[in-house]
């Protein structure tokens, strides 16, 4: 079965993230597909490549790159939540003249139909926030 | 924007709003969502239960607290093709609020001679149980 | 000693309000703010419970005019007794209470 | 059709946990998640509201174990009825039915 | 870390906690500013009402969640001299807990021979009220 | 009066820096002194350079940094959430070895220690929050 997720919220604040990232291994364990997580809202910075959380916490946003480079699953962040919360990508940062990119490693910056096109093209969509 | 829907396949998609709006940002971008959603060309419907109906009140004023006024936008929606905006009585009830408080939204009918048409429809509590069960995909914020 | 209590959640989403009126003193202040205005509305059964709670407690209740206008609630539907007031307002409720509790 | 609906907020903070069950129809499941599961403690003003929504609209209460041993809530300590599963168990719950109600 | 209170007062503070923990991170990084703040030699009290009194709930096993258990940290406080608890009882019958169901947190009292003491101190709704009412600074997260 | 402001959430997703931000600039209109806005949690967010939020929305740490100038606030980041968040200023950029610095102009990234401190030396402490 193919299944999308959505997080609504960031790494640390809320439990949202985590129970996403155990949700999906869970999923791809049982040999279901993750087609694609969509962040959205304050979910954008889960994909920060500046975090550095204490060691002996979890390094949520590393969790996520190496799951994506594991298993071939897509992180979008969603363009639009980026541009409001300070989340860039070399593109972004080109076009306004401003910041770096912060992106970490297996995530992309794409814009909202993506999150349709999960909502049509997975089996089920399950949303994760706060 | 062309045909965004290349499985060709339609889905009955519900936006469930429940917050209020302005406190935080999901109303607003549930409703920059559901946009979108509109170049999609699937079975779309809004659902407003709990504190989720002060989304579409009517008189809104941001001024005060120096963010956007986004109910306006709502008004467009039946441009879009989105004109099922389901609100359920018993949350209504509760706040004080009548079907009269909320913004007159309508949508123009193109198989009744585009005639001019109410996008709200006041629902009981059953009933929008019952929409939830006729849907594919349920996107909450 | 008195305290301001700020509450800025709705009593329909969260127990906030609740917990707050329960922890107050006579003399107290409560202010709604951001989405606790919701509470304040004549009609509804949260504010039923405001004004029941603002005759046994004798706490003063006030509600952000700012917050309210965003959320569509003219002065007028405010449940008796509830005051509205401007940021300005708020400022003086903070200085003139000893303490400043937020129910988050 | 059946609708899997998760809840992941503790039925004494949010009201998201009534309003779910007020939305439910027989043969759903509602599964806890998150702080969510602390309204599954049994002996609990929220646990008999569960017991009491299990018995009235015929719907199925998961827990998340992993979620419940975060918060000292041991299997034995569950309302009766409630189903302790884990995270495979959730996947195979939103497999199973039609759709995933999230009430954040 | 020296004399960090340059002003020289010191300030009654009161931590609020009404959240459970893990679901979000207020509860962890509430106890990281209690355990900041004993370098001050301030007066200080924790107050768990609401959700709150699962912070301090025994048998806390966050393995299955990948998150750290942080419950052990309580222990410390009283070696900082953070030693008042105050826990609502009706918080805790509410939600079916004692007192028992609580980590058994203690302090040793240095005017009484460093005789072990309890931290936590079960109030009722009441006494809670008034201890509010005596604090200069109220911490909430 | 001395006051002190905590900021839990970020920007966007919770009012509750809209809120602090006009209860500062109304303190400050009424002859008070705003000591110091404390950012903790999310509320870090708030002091990203990186946000470029929609022209026609509130510019929210845009806001701040212009308080800060005008009226000598002083604004703190905790280096804490920051680090668990992905906020860096040049020392902790080149502490860590990765990122870089995308802290706003007017605001500085520190210790808890700030916050304890705000709570002694200001009259009254008020929190905002989600």
């Known amino acids: 079965m193919k299944f999308g997720i959505l997080v609504n919220e960031g790494p640390y604040q809320h439990q949202a993230s985590d129970s996403a990232y155990q949700f999906a291994r869970a999923a791809l364990e049982k040999g279901h597909e993750v087609t694609r997580v969509f962040f959205y809202h304050d979910g954008v910075y889960n994909g920060t490549s500046y975090s550095v959380p204490p060691l002996d916490d979890r390094q949520v946003t590393k969790q996520w790159s190496e799951l994506a480079k594991e298993h071939d699953v897509d992180l979008v962040l969603c363009v639009a939540a980026c541009q409001r919360r300070g989340m860039m990508d070399d593109g972004e940062a080109e076009r306004h003249g401003k910041g770096a990119n912060n992106v970490a490693e297996g995530f992309r910056i794409s814009g909202l139909g993506q ?3 999960t909502g049509i093209q997975s089996d089920r969509l399950v949303t994760f926030g706060d | 924007m062309g045909d965004m ?7 009955k998609f519900l936006y469930l709003n429940r917050k209020a709006p302005y406190g935080t940002v999901y109303a607003l971008e549930s409703l920059e969502v559901v946009l979108i959603a509109a170049a999609f060309e699937q079975d779309v419907s809004l659902a407003f239960i709990d504190d989720g109906v002060y989304q579409i009140i009517q008189g809104q004023d941001t001024t005060g607290i120096g963010m956007k006024n986004f109910s306006p936008t709502f008004n467009a929606l039946g441009d879009y093709d989105i004109n099922k905006l389901y609100v359920e009585k018993e949350s209504l009830d509760e706040r004080g609020l009548t079907e009269d408080d909320l913004m007159p939204l309508v949508y123009e009918d193109e198989d009744d001679d585009w005639a ?4 709200i429809r006041v629902v009981s ?9 006729d849907q594919d995909v349920i996107l909450s914020f | ?9 709705s009593a329909y989403e969260r127990n906030a309000l609740e917990s707050c009126l329960g922890h107050t003193r006579p003399g107290d202040a409560v202010l709604l703010i951001e989405d606790g205005v919701i509470s304040a509305r004549a009609g509804s059964t949260a504010g039923e419970k405001l004004a029941a709670a603002m005759a046994e407690t004798g706490v003063s209740i006030y509600a952000l005019g700012a917050d309210m206008a965003a959320r569509g609630i003219p002065e007028d539907k405010l449940v008796d007794g509830v005051k509205a007031i401007d940021y300005a307002g708020f400022v003086d409720l903070a200085a003139e209470n000893d303490a400043v509790e937020a129910w988050l």
């Not at chain 2, 509590?125 to 929409?131: F, I, S, T, V």
């Not at chain 3, 301001?4 to 959640?9: A, E, I, Q, Y």
């Open chain 2, 5 to 11: 829907n290349e499985g060709g396949s339609t889905k």
């Open chain 2, 125 to 133: 509590r059953a009933e929008m149980a019952d929409l939830m069960q």
């Open chain 1, 115 to 117: 999150l349709i096109e």
């Open chain 2, 116 to 119: 001019e048409k109410p996008s």
């Open chain 3, 1 to 9: 000693m008195s305290i301001l209590h700020t509450v800025n959640k």
